[in-house]
């Protein structure tokens, strides 16, 4: 079946450090990709819709300049932690629907989440 | 624009017991129904799905729900649990014809115990 790999699955560094997160479908063309973040114990909470070729679309609070987001290619979306502060620290994954998706009847494809704890 | 509560933060069980995890929803439009089930430090696996016909629908691990539109309602239920089954459940809507965007329910914490 479809799957989305996420990558690093953990990263721990000192603050001001940028971080890189990427989100490949592995299978399937991603037009549309999802970036979510969880606090511990918490639901997820959507922070931005990633566009293939367009800028991305960010949830009411996120800052832009701080979570950048770049999706260059069918496959691959990338969310950069920019400057990284301790209240970074958070469960980040990312979904995409399958191909051909778009009427919001297909389950979307998770990735494995990525673990971000900052010093 | 849409709203899911699932109204127990967290569920004790005992293994082998029956088990139903809550949801409700509320929309101005029509929606699809999912239920995803998270294992610690991982992403969410789809559990199972509403999206037309049949109010009952069955999923993996032995998983049902019945979606109930008078009440708003897609209650998550399995007959007989497993210490496996110890998880995050979450309950998600997305909107009919409106793109792939999902708004998830808090989460409910299965715990089942010996």
């Known amino acids: 079946g479809a799957v989305v790999s996420q990558h690093p699955s953990r990263v721990i560094c000192k603050s001001g450090t940028s971080v890189k997160i990427e989100c490949r479908s592995l299978?399937?063309?991603?037009?549309?990709m999802f970036w979510y973040r969880q606090f511990p114990k918490q639901s997820l909470m959507l922070m931005a819709t990633?566009?293939?070729?367009?800028?991305?679309?960010?949830e009411q609070g996120v800052e832009k300049d701080k979570f950048l987001i770049n999706h260059a290619s069918l496959t691959l979306s990338t969310l950069t932690v920019t400057s990284a502060h301790p209240e970074d620290s958070s469960f980040y994954i990312c979904?995409?629907?399958?191909?051909?998706?778009?009427?919001?009847?297909?389950?979307?494809?998770f990735g494995d989440g990525t673990r971000l704890s900052i010093l | 624009a849409q709203s899911v509560t699932q109204l127990d933060s967290q569920v004790p069980v005992f293994e082998e017991a029956p088990v139903e995890l809550r949801c409700n929803y509320s929309?101005?439009?029509?929606?699809?129904l999912f239920w995803y089930v998270q294992y610690p430090n991982q992403g969410l696996q789809l559990l199972l799905k509403?999206?037309?016909?049949?109010?009952l629908v069955k999923g993996i691990n032995g998983f049902e729900a019945e979606f109930n539109k008078s009440q708003t309602s897609f209650h998550l239920r399995k007959p007989s649990v497993h210490i496996s089954d110890t998880a995050e459940y979450f309950c998600?809507?997305?909107?009919?014809?409106?793109?792939?965007?999902?708004?998830f329910g808090g989460g409910t914490r299965l715990m089942v115990k010996p």
């Open positions: 929309s101005s439009v029509s929606v699809y």
């Open positions: 998600a809507v997305s909107e009919v014809n409106a793109g792939n965007m999902l708004t």
């Open positions: 509403y999206l037309s016909g049949s109010t």
């Open positions: 299978d399937f063309q991603a037009t549309t």
């Open positions: 990633s566009n293939e070729g367009s800028k991305a679309t960010y």
């Open positions: 979904s995409a629907p399958p191909s051909g998706g778009s009427f919001g009847n297909q389950p979307q494809h």
